[in-house]
Structures are given as C-alpha cells and as structure tokens.
C-alpha cells in the first residue's frame, strides 16, 4: 500500500494531576528527519518515541511534541519538607535582618501558605514512575494514528497516480498509433538524406554506412516507445507495492522525462510531437504528486 508522508495526529492524556498533549506531525523529505521537543525530565521518553517513530517510518520529516501541564494545588495539599524548608529560611532572614538592625513584619500561615513550593511539592514534579509509564504508552497509539492517516493519504495519492499514470498509457498507445501512418514520411525523409550523401565525392563505404545508420536511427522512435509502455508496466507495480517506493518512483519518473524528450527531438511530425508535449506535461505533474510518497 502506497504511504504519504504528509499526516497529522494528536492524543490526550491525564494521570494525577498531570495532562499532556501529544502531537505528530509529518510532511516530505529525502530521508527521515526526526525533531522531537519533549520534556526532559519524563524518564525513558525520548529513546521510546524515537525507537516507536523509526520503527513505522522510513521516510519523512517528523515534528513530534508533547505538552504537559499539571493542576494546580488544592487545599489541603501541603509539602511538609517545604514548610520546614521555609521556616528555616525565614529564621536565616530574620537573624540576619536582626543584625543588620531591620525589623521585619510578622508572617502569616497564609502568607506561608501562598508560598509556590509549599503546595507543588506537596507532590512529586516528575510524576513518577507511573506517571513516565502511562505517557510512553500512549506512544504506540499515536504512531499507529499517524500512520493509518499516511496511508488513508497514500491511498488517495496512489490513486491519483494511478489516473496519470492511465494518461501517460493513453498518450503513449497514440503515439504507437501514428507509426504506421509515418513510414511513407520516413521513407520520402530517408530517400532524400540518401541522395544527400550519394552527392558527396569520394564517398567511402564506410561514411556511407555510417550516414545510413544515423539517418535510421533519427527516424526511429519505437525504441523510446517501448521504452515508455515498460516504464508504465513498472509505475503500477511500484504504486502495488506494500513499502516505501518513493524512491524508486522518483528515479522511474527521471526514466519517464528522458524517454519524452527523445520522443520530441526525433518525432518529425507536429502530431507527434503535441503528443510528447503532453507527456512531458504528464510526467511532471505525476513527479511532484510522488514527492510525497514514501
């Protein structure tokens, strides 16, 4: 199955008094880039989202980030180690201010109280363990909506393919259609580039044989024909194909541009060469939807 590598997920999760905000994010690109911006402090985060994203993706330029927040305190959710940890400083103060000759206004419980870290360390900032554990799991699900988005996208995308690549076919069976019909041209042509070279003096076989050999090739184009109806053979088995072939489809579509140009510079015909011109149209514009397979 064809993959894009355009897609987009997101997933939500709480645990305690953490939230979190996961997002994924996935457009084109020669190899696979990964940009993660994730909070350092989640042990084991980043080298199981690295290993889940290299393992279901091959190509890609991926954005992956993850938001956390946490509630804030309720009453009642008071660090003990942080209050102590106050009053001594405050006793540090006061002894200070003391002989320093300042005399400081008394504190209040609730003064203390609105103290940051007597209420945040009322609990872990890391979250713990199971707090790591239930984040890392949530990576598994959101690479698999990831993916099930690129290949909903391939499938759109092979389908597109697949319509140019019917076109290219179409322009290529015309083009085979015209040959019988230009042979009585091609004769008349071959026959005056003849008499050109029999007009010569002094005409060795050689030069006469290698004149002869070029006028034929120059009208010939059944080469680059067969060379086209084989490439289409190989562009729908390629977009069949159940893996990353973009690569592959990038290098055919380079085949496919070559064999049009030929066509062109040795057609002889205004019929002909429209022919080419719309295939070089083709081609190009299946090239940039291949861009974003994988």
Not at 23 to 45: A, C, F, H, Y
Not at 114 to 124: D, K, P
Not at 188 to 196: I, M, N, P, S
Request: net charge negative.
């Amino acid at each position: 199955m064809t993959r894009s590598m355009t897609a987009y997920a997101t997933r939500t999760g709480t645990h305690g008094p953490f939230s979190w905000v996961w997002e994924l994010r996935g457009v084109n690109g020669k190899g696979l880039d990964l940009r993660m911006r994730v909070p350092d402090w989640i042990s084991g985060l980043e080298p199981a989202l690295r290993s889940a994203l290299t393992g279901a993706l091959k190509r890609g330029n991926i954005q992956a980030s993850l938001k956390v927040t946490r509630a804030e305190s309720t009453g009642g959710d008071v660090s003990e180690d942080a209050v102590a940890n106050v009053l001594n400083g405050l006793k540090t103060i006061e002894s200070m201010a003391s002989e320093a000759g300042l005399h400081l206004a008394p504190l209040t419980a609730a003064d203390i109280y609105s103290i940051r870290s007597v209420t945040e360390g009322a609990g872990r900032e890391d979250g713990g363990a199971d707090f790591a554990a239930a984040v890392i799991a949530d990576i598994a699900p959101l690479v698999a909506d990831f993916d099930a988005m690129r290949a909903t996208e391939g499938a759109a995308l092979g389908n597109v393919i697949n319509g140019q690549t019917d076109t290219i076919a179409d322009l290529v069976a015309r083009a085979k259609a015209l040959l019988p019909d230009r042979a009585a041209a091609q004769e008349a042509a071959f026959k005056a580039g003849l008499a050109r070279v029999l007009k010569e003096k002094d005409l060795d076989e050689a030069k006469l044989a290698q004149e002869l050999a070029q006028l034929a090739i120059k009208s010939d184009v059944m080469e680059e024909i067969d060379r086209l109806e084989a490439h289409i053979v190989a562009a729908r088995d390629l977009i069949g194909t159940d893996g990353p072939v973009g690569r592959k489809l990038d290098f055919l579509m380079q085949e496919f541009n070559r064999e049009a140009n030929t066509l062109c510079s040795k057609s002889g015909d205004t019929t002909l060469t429209a022919i080419g011109l719309d295939l070089k149209v083709t081609i190009d514009q299946m090239r940039e939807q291949i861009q974003n397979v994988e």
